[in-house]
């Protein structure tokens, strides 16, 4: 398993780790617990170290899931959970506050069965408390042993530098994609400049640059992307322009679709660990596969410019979770 560095504070970890949110939470129906576990164990023994998990997904139970699951190799992974929300629950806002922070570090712990919160993460960031106060919260717990690395996710610059200058940001995680790619105009070229690792959530598009969902897929009752705009039926349609290109750069390549988005993701900076989720071994193997891949500067060049000119419709996420982004 090829290895990355995320931060100047030398936390390692394998190029693509492993997204939890989806083995009980977000999609649908929860995976049968004893399935998810061994799951785990097998994205472990195929070299995952990185396991990413939060407070509101469940909530709660994903971070006892992960847990359960990750016990036995506890000392071999990487775990990041996130705070942030106000009671775990999105939908009353976010909430960073620094005794909360505190509370959320504790009951974390105890959920996960472990002494430390390897990678904790701001999950969004809070307009009404200052980023000095959340990364001075932080690293203190840092200072603590209860936390091992501070990062944010889905913030903009200019919270990213205040909270750097307090305490350094190992990883920004945020949505980046063949088909957002946002990042790309700040928030990357920032991380380069501070030494920040870059940890791409939804790198498939939820599914959708996998070439596993269209126009006629219908979405079980639960599953958040039934709320996305980038989901609705016409938007699936306009945007399988993009899939179908992708699809064949894969046929040349010899790869699948899916090992494509996730290679071009590797192949962006050395910095950058993808986090895709699945609830399949099969789809697990694929997604790993993506390391055998290798791009030049030439293949990255053919492939922007086969994409070019196909605009995404949709926005990816309504209004409300769209105001939270890029603070």
Request: charged share 25%; hydrophobic share 45%.
């Amino acid at each position: 398993m090829q290895q990355r560095t995320l931060g100047n504070g030398g936390l390692t970890v394998s190029a693509i780790g492993f997204g939890c949110m989806g083995l009980n939470s977000a999609y649908g129906e929860a995976m049968d617990r004893r399935d998810a576990i061994a799951l785990l164990r097998v994205a472990h023994d195929s070299g995952v170290t990185l396991f990413d998990t939060a407070e509101v997904y469940g909530p709660y139970t994903n971070e006892e899931l992960v847990g359960e699951g990750l016990a036995p190799v506890r000392d071999s992974v990487v775990i990041a959970t996130k705070f942030g929300f106000r009671d775990a629950d999105a939908k009353r806002g976010v909430d960073s506050r620094p005794a909360q922070i505190r509370a959320v570090a504790e009951a974390s712990l105890k959920r996960l069965g472990t002494a430390r919160i390897d990678l904790f993460y701001q999950h969004r960031v809070d307009p009404d408390v200052p980023m000095e106060d959340v990364a001075g919260t932080v690293r203190d717990l840092i200072a603590e042993g209860k936390v091992g690395h501070f990062g944010l996710s889905e913030a903009g610059p200019e919270s990213i530098r205040r909270a750097h200058a307090v305490q350094p940001v190992a990883a920004l995680q945020s949505e980046y994609s063949l088909w957002w790619r946002e990042p790309e105009r700040d928030v990357l070229p920032l991380c380069e400049e501070l030494g920040i690792g870059f940890v791409p959530f939804s790198p498939l598009g939820r599914g959708f640059l996998a070439g596993t969902i269209d126009a006629t897929t219908t979405f079980a009752p639960g599953d958040f992307r039934s709320q996305l705009p980038r989901f609705a039926e016409a938007a699936r349609a306009a945007n399988q322009a993009l899939v179908d290109r992708i699809a064949r750069i894969a046929a040349a390549k010899h790869a699948t679709p899916a090992q494509i988005a996730l290679a071009w993701l590797l192949a962006r900076r050395p910095w950058i660990v993808p986090i895709p989720g699945t609830t399949k071994r099969h789809r697990l193997a694929e997604n790993l596969g993506a390391m055998k891949i290798a791009f030049d500067a030439s293949d990255l060049k053919q492939i922007d410019d086969a994409l070019a000119g196909i605009a995404v419709q949709g926005e990816r996420y309504p209004a409300q979770l769209a105001a939270r982004v890029g603070r």
